[in-house]
């Protein structure tokens, strides 16, 4: 059974920084894409940022570029997401997801597995 439980998520003030990690188990962490994504009340869940099985390759929301990164340590089965500069629009329920190499990094039906989400407030 495979097993995506994300974690710090949290308030922050609008300018500040948080970094989220989803904890991976039940499957070969290593072989597959990894991605974020995020919901906020009445939206529909949003791709933010994925990352490639080797770690070579990261793609980005425009909404997050410049200030958010996606990183990946196959050794603890961990994918990160180091959030700065944050804003009030940030906020939200961020998910991860695993894809199993499908194309399509961007949209959610290509990710086969789901975290439960951690919330992500931004005050202004």
């Known amino acids: 059974q495979v097993q995506l439980v994300e974690s710090g998520g949290g308030l922050v003030q609008a300018g500040g920084s948080l970094r989220l990690s989803c904890a991976a188990s039940g499957r070969t962490f290593s072989s597959y894409y990894m991605g974020w994504f995020r919901q906020a009340p009445g939206k529909e869940r949003e791709f933010v940022a994925a990352?490639?099985?080797?770690?070579?390759?990261?793609y980005y929301a425009d909404s997050v570029k410049g200030r958010f990164t996606i990183s990946r340590d196959d050794a603890k089965n961990t994918v990160y997401l180091q959030m700065n500069s944050l804003k009030p629009e940030d906020t939200a329920v961020y998910y991860c997801?695993?894809?199993?190499?499908?194309?399509?990094?961007?949209?959610?039906?290509?990710?086969?597995?789901w975290g439960h989400g951690t919330q992500v407030t931004v005050s202004s």
């Open positions: 997801a695993s894809n199993p190499n499908v194309l399509g990094l961007r949209f959610t039906s290509t990710y086969d597995y």
């Open positions: 990352i490639t099985s080797s770690g070579g390759r990261t």
